[in-house]
């Protein structure tokens, strides 16, 4: 059996979690699929995976391997596009990872429009609220929302989406006034993982070198960004989110963004990847494709932020439509 087919065969079993998800995947049985594995571990000479009759778990040498294989992959396909040249068109499987909402709402109306310019391509998105090891995980493309290291990726800045605390009209009516961060302690909380869960942070206040944190008890923790949102349009409580998060609900007017003078810096959206990915036809005609695309989505965004921002507000610290 030729061994870089069944390392193929590998990952596509890892990537898809069973045997059968690996064989609907490459046309192939779950019977071949198996032989393709147990072929890799008699080579090997242990155990990758870790099978049940429902899924698949890799061994700790099978994590090892399955890293390994990625990159021989990868270092093959290069090197069939280097032989092939500038004539080889955009074909095969391109890999993806963003943020959920950013990937459902932003990124994958981008990718349908691609597909159909490039038919030859197919797509594999992954949405992770965290951020993966790009090589590690055979990632072609990512969209990213952070200050990056510096790293050897090949990054794009697209524009930067600002970290807002926002509530529906009908809480604020309802509740005591805010003015400052420290009045968010005396307010419901709709807390996520990766905004805070006990406290959230500001910049200094003016005169001052250390930043604000305000401590609470929030009464609801979720982990996913629609039902923060959904809980706050329906009056619940007071959540942070990106600005992106709740453009829409901003517009209509069911949510209104507080203390906006004293929101942190806004953090920078990229894509990227990783330098030797850059040259892979698909990859290089994907960023081309969308980079354009996804700018004008985040100016437009970042418009609508400064008009939102331009709207008078009233001393109850609750924005006018004067």
């Known amino acids: 059996m030729d061994r870089i087919d069944a390392m193929k065969v590998f990952v596509s079993a890892v ?19 198996s032989r393709a594995i ?15 009759t429902r899924s698949l778990k890799l061994s700790e040498a099978g994590e090892r391997y399955a890293t390994a294989c990625r990159r021989v992959l990868v270092d093959l396909e290069e090197a069939d596009i280097a032989a092939a040249g500038e004539r080889s068109a955009p074909r095969g499987t391109l890999t993806l990872t963003a943020p959920i909402i950013t ?6 109306p981008v990718l349908d429009a691609f597909m159909n310019k490039f038919p030859a391509v197919s797509v594999r998105l992954y949405l992770l609220d965290r951020q993966v090891n790009l090589i590690d995980e055979g990632i072609d493309v990512a969209l990213r929302i952070a200050h990056l290291a510096d790293s050897n990726f090949v990054a794009t800045r697209l524009g ?39 406290s959230w942070s500001f910049p200094p206040a003016d005169g001052s070198a250390v930043p604000r944190t305000v401590q609470f008890a929030p009464r609801m923790i979720v982990n996913t960004v629609r039902a923060a949102v959904a809980s706050a349009v329906e009056g619940h409580g007071i959540a942070r989110l990106f ?3 709740i453009a829409d609900e901003i517009r209509d007017g069911r949510l209104q963004i507080l203390l906006d003078k004293d929101e942190p810096s806004p953090l920078p959206v990229h894509l990227l990847a990783p330098e030797g990915r850059f040259s892979v036809p698909k990859v290089r005609a994907f960023i081309n494709f969308a980079v354009p695309r996804l700018k004008s989505y985040f100016t437009r965004l970042s418009r609508e932020a400064s008009r939102n921002a331009a709207a008078i507000r009233s001393p109850s610290g609750r924005v006018s439509a004067e």
Do not use: C, N
Not at 15 to 33: I, T
Not at 103 to 108: A, K, N
């Open 103 to 108: 990937g459902e709402d932003v990124l994958r």
């Open 160 to 198: 930067d989406v600002r970290r807002v605390v926002a509530a529906a009209p009908a809480y604020l009516e309802r509740h005591p006034i805010i003015t400052t961060p420290a009045d968010l302690a005396k307010h419901q909380i709709i807390a996520m993982t990766h905004f805070g869960l006990e």
């Open 15 to 33: 990537d898809e979690g069973s045997l059968a998800g690996a064989g609907r995947r490459l046309g192939r049985s779950p019977a071949a699929v």
């Open 38 to 52: 147990a072929f890799l571990e008699a080579h090997v000479g242990t155990e990758l995976l870790h099978r049940t």
């Open 243 to 245: 600005s992106y998060h």
